[in-house]
């Protein structure tokens, strides 16, 4: 079974602040890859970053920072000096290929406030 | 062009309606998806195609029925739906055989009275 878990729903921070997203994982399978989308409130997702599962080298992007550890099945997303713009929804999703094609599913989604 | 465009934006409908959803993208992507998103939950996948074809159709009920007919569009027709099909619809593409992620619409709202 396929699963993603956010244990964080809501995160609240004044701006400047620094803030880790959480994100646990659950597969059988042995290629998958693990996606960060951004939800702002006008709806639109909005892609961040995709890992593949023999790729567990960290990556930054500008104040955007993830962490892919395969053997606590997790993949944390850091944003530096937060932003008022930063808060929207994140989701982190799992896709995996399956007859038909590739199947993504999300995490229940963490909603960050940022005050400034 | 690196957009997907969904119309109408908003939309209000009865239960004895039929309606459509209209998806479109110039990116070149050959798979399209579907997703349903309720109010504070994650989208969850209804349709894949894939090259134009139908490929993934997780378990959606017949009032939903999609439709693509060419590599550019995806329609998603509607018909006798109930209060609680109201949610954000998401229309999403990608490169056919890859996995780099999504592109998505920025949703229609879809009210059913």
């Known amino acids: 079974a396929q699963k993603v878990t956010q244990a964080q729903t809501e995160i609240s921070v004044v701006e400047k602040e620094d803030v880790t997203l959480d994100c646990v994982y659950e597969?059988?399978?042995?290629?998958?890859?693990l996606f960060w989308y951004k939800q702002p409130p006008s709806g639109e997702l909005v892609f961040l970053i995709r890992?593949?599962?023999?790729?567990?080298q960290n990556e930054i992007s500008g104040r955007y920072s993830w962490n892919f550890q395969k053997s606590t099945s997790s993949f944390n997303f850091t944003i530096t000096a937060s932003q008022v713009v930063d808060s929207a929804v994140y989701f982190c999703a799992l896709s995996r290929i399956s007859e038909g094609g590739f199947k993504t599913i999300f995490g229940a989604g963490t909603r960050l406030f940022v005050k400034a | 062009d690196t957009e997907v465009t969904q119309t109408p934006k908003h939309l209000v409908m009865g239960m004895t309606n039929k309606k459509s959803l209209k998806c479109e993208q110039h990116?070149?992507?050959?798979?399209m998806y579907w997703y349903k998103q309720k109010a504070k939950k994650p989208p969850e996948l209804m349709f894949v195609y894939s090259y134009e074809k139908l490929s993934i159709n997780e378990s959606v009920p017949s009032r939903f029925s999609p439709e693509c007919p060419n590599s550019s569009l995806l329609n998603l027709h509607l018909h006798a739906l109930q209060p609680e099909d109201s949610a954000l619809y998401l229309c999403?593409?990608?490169?056919?055989?890859?996995?780099?992620?999504?592109?998505f619409g920025s949703g229609t709202r879809l009210t059913v009275v």
């Open positions: 597969t059988r399978d042995t290629t998958y890859y």
């Open positions: 890992r593949n599962s023999f790729d567990e």
């Open positions: 990116m070149g992507h050959r798979a």
């Open positions: 999403a593409s990608s490169q056919g055989t890859s996995n780099y992620g999504y592109t």
